[in-house]
């Protein structure tokens, strides 16, 4: 009986039924609280033709950025891409198609995916180029856009701590767009820190519950740093 | 003449309130964060989630997850909060945020933005800059009065994508401090030593000038 034992004990097990031309959800922003070894897995599947939703698609040799190495990304729905130049050259060259997405409407996106809204009115990017074709509505006499939530096939988390229920606590800023990205993926894939006792953590403390989380693995992470900053100790 | 970035940041920390809920984008921006007055209390709003801004870490507290949306390392401070990136911006789109501080490329005189992509240039994208001018309290916008080339940033319509429309309330330059209304830039002060005339010169959009403008305080 497996029960609620999400817990499995390889990469290969945990992207297990990942497919070309599947829509892939990731959370993380840049380079802070990203699944490195389940990025690593799809790398190392060879998996193509995928489209990835996330707010950024990493650096040239870290993060969602190695995928773009082989070519495995067909399409990203993304906020900002500024840190990657190999992107912007598959960009440039009609390699890979992209969809800016304003941060805030990408969060939405993935919320109301997750919760079953299939889309929602916004101000965000009323009378600019990403509202064209777009339905407006006004409310109260300001026009608003109408956008569609995302789902995916799979959605790719990293959390501090689960417990074997799928129970997902996040550390610090590393929380960003995890908590949503978890419950907009068909399956729910999430690499850990920490995997902790049935009960350890408090019910009132759980940020993500783990009905939406179907698989949970312990990660090790390297946790590289986009720009330390630091001013002097005195 | 015209001001340093570190003096555009000190004219626009005075534009800080008591009890302001603040979110400063990169570039001159985040420099405002460094001349908030000591009298008064502020919350720095970073989208990617948190509320409460601190400090940059000592070498010894650095910490992988905990960052800024610039992708800094950063601090929480005292009273800060952090949550996911759809809470962070339902405060955002809300209205919760009192005043919004970014940079642009061009603003014009109905106080539209255009701030995130240079057709064919540059295509970073939008980040969280589109869901701030459409849900800030308040947008104050600083840039240079023109390019590098000398062309005016302030126009009549903006020429590059648009970030937002009819947004910006106020506008800090190199050279002047201007209010958006009514279909018009209105000269508010100017940077010590710059004649009105080079404001007027390096102001392509309808610039409305009432009566002597006093030089900054800064």
């Known amino acids: 009986m497996a029960g609620f034992d999400k817990v499995v004990s390889s990469y290969e097990e945990a992207m297990q039924g990942l497919k070309d031309g599947d829509t892939v959800i990731a959370g993380g922003f840049g380079l802070c609280g990203i699944p490195e070894g389940l990025i690593a897995e799809i790398k190392k599947q060879g998996t193509k033709d995928l489209t990835l939703v996330s707010n950024n698609c990493g650096v040239d040799d870290f993060g969602l950025g190695i995928l773009l190495q082989d070519k495995q990304i067909k399409k990203i729905i993304a906020s900002y891409v500024g840190e990657n130049a190999l992107f912007e050259q598959q960009l440039l060259s009609g390699e890979i198609d992209v969809e800016l997405t304003p941060q805030g409407t990408l969060a939405e996106k993935m919320r109301a995916g997750g919760a079953g809204i299939p889309g929602f009115y916004t101000a965000t990017g009323y009378g600019t180029p990403i509202a064209e074709d777009k339905e407006v509505k006004e409310f109260n006499g300001r026009p608003y856009i109408l956008e569609e939530s995302i789902t995916g096939e799979f959605a790719i988390i990293k959390a501090w701590k689960a417990d074997r229920y799928g129970n997902l606590v996040f550390r610090h800023t590393a929380m960003n767009f995890n908590p949503m990205a978890a419950t907009a993926g068909k399956i729910t894939v999430v690499e850990v820190e920490e995997i902790v006792e049935p009960g350890e953590l408090a019910p009132s403390e759980i940020h993500t519950p783990g009905i939406y989380v179907n698989r949970v693995i312990k990660g090790s992470f390297e946790k590289r740093i986009e720009r330390v900053t630091t001013r002097p100790s005195t | ?218």
Not at chain 2, 49 to 74: C, H, R, S, W, Y
Not at chain 2, 104 to 130: R, Y
Request: proline share 3%; with cysteine; net charge negative.
């Open chain 2, 1 to 218: 003449m015209a001001l340093s970035r570190e003096q555009v940041a000190k004219r626009v920390a005075q534009e800080l309130q008591d009890g302001y809920y603040v979110n400063l984008g990169i570039g001159i921006p985040t420099l405002v964060a460094n001349y908030v007055s000591d009298d008064i209390e502020v919350m720095l709003q970073s989208e990617n989630g948190l509320l409460g801004m601190g400090q940059f870490p000592t070498e010894d507290k650095v910490d992988a997850d905990m960052i800024n949306a610039g992708k800094e390392t950063v601090t929480a401070s005292i009273g800060a909060a952090i949550f996911n990136s759809a809470e962070s911006f339902a405060m955002i789109r809300g209205g919760h945020v009192d005043l919004t501080v970014l940079g642009a490329f061009e603003v014009d005189q109905n106080g539209s933005i255009a701030s995130w992509m240079i057709p064919k240039k540059l295509i970073k994208g939008m980040g969280g800059a589109m869901d701030l001018v459409a849900g800030a309290q308040n947008i104050i916008v600083t840039m240079t009065h023109a390019n590098k080339h000398g062309e005016s940033k302030l126009l009549e319509s903006c020429t590059l994508p648009l970030t937002g429309v009819n947004c910006v309330k106020k506008i800090v330059t190199d050279l002047a401090v201007l209010e958006v209304k009514g279909g018009a830039f209105y000269l508010l002060e100017r940077a010590p030593g710059v004649p009105v005339d080079e404001i007027i010169e390096k102001t392509a959009g309808k610039l409305i000038i009432e009566g002597e403008i006093p030089e900054m305080t800064l």
